[in-house]
């Protein structure tokens, strides 16, 4: 019999893994802290902190920035706003907190599959559920926003004055208004410091298209800029004034609203 002659299989090819996976998702969590355009002050303060990216920012809460005795309440209250128009919040609970759980699930031998979500599971299924719309974009104010001795108001582009510090907190004008803490209230003042529209909401956002949303309580509403409710009281959560409309959420749900008829609501999901 003739022997039979082994056959070489030739060596598959070495598949080099995707090292270009994720690079999209580790360039926007180490995107530099700079891209919220915060006042220079405020950028120092947190370089103090050795926070550098917008991931570093996201892990702390808003207590551990305040324990810090670095940033003042205000500083923090302007950092907020800066990651709510990019649509970026605070961490809820330390990594303390979750050191803990996760301990705790060591104890209790519990499956991995019952294991808590962490915060950055929360963020990212948040953004998933979060209604998909065109940033409102808005220029650089010729007024700008500076601190002293704890309170807040506005210089001119050539560092003069133009509006005393006497606000606990600022956002930047919009339209010509601009949203201002007062004692924990919010209210909206004029380009002389005028208050034309009382600080008696309990949070507010900046107007955009002659509306903006407000809270009372828990709940958010529209108003126009001379105070009138144009939309009521019922909602959890509302967003900037785009071509007339906006969304807003409630019970869980996002709907879009047109303010010419706000009663008839386009639930999304």
């Known amino acids: 019999m003739e022997e039979k002659k082994s056959l070489k299989r030739r060596p598959r090819p070495f598949k080099r893994p995707n090292q270009n996976k994720g690079k999209k998702n580790d360039a926007k969590a180490n995107k530099d802290i700079n891209s919220l355009a915060l006042p220079k002050d405020i950028l120092d303060k947190l ?21 810090s005795r670095v940033l003042t309440r205000q500083n923090v209250g302007v950092i907020k706003k800066a990651l709510n128009d990019n649509r970026l919040r605070l961490a809820a609970f330390s990594a303390k907190g979750k050191k803990t759980e996760k301990k705790e699930v060591k104890k209790s031998q519990v499956s991995e599959k019952q294991v808590a979500v962490t915060e950055a599971d929360l963020k990212i299924e948040h953004e998933k559920n979060r209604p998909c719309r065109d940033k409102v974009e808005h220029t650089d104010d010729k007024y700008v926003p500076f601190e002293s001795k704890g309170k807040w108001g506005f210089k001119d582009k050539q560092d003069k004055v133009v509006i005393e510090p006497k606000y606990d907190c600022v956002f930047t004008f919009k339209e010509d208004l601009c949203c201002v803490e007062i004692n924990d209230k919010f209210g909206y ?12 909401y309990d949070c507010a956002m900046s107007f955009s298209e002659g509306y903006a949303c407000v809270f009372r309580g828990e709940k958010c509403g529209y108003i126009d800029k001379y105070n009138n409710v144009k939309v009521d009281f019922k909602f959890d959560a509302g967003t900037y004034m785009i071509d007339g409309n906006c969304r807003v959420r409630s019970e869980g749900k996002w709907g879009e609203l047109r303010i010419d008829n706000p009663r008839d609501i386009r639930w999304i999901y």
């Open 47 to 67: 370089s103090k902190l050795n926070l550098k990216t917008l991931e570093d920012l996201l892990e702390k809460t808003e207590h551990e920035l305040m324990k």
């Open 189 to 200: 003042i004029d380009r002389k410091g005028n208050l034309v529209i009382d600080a008696i």
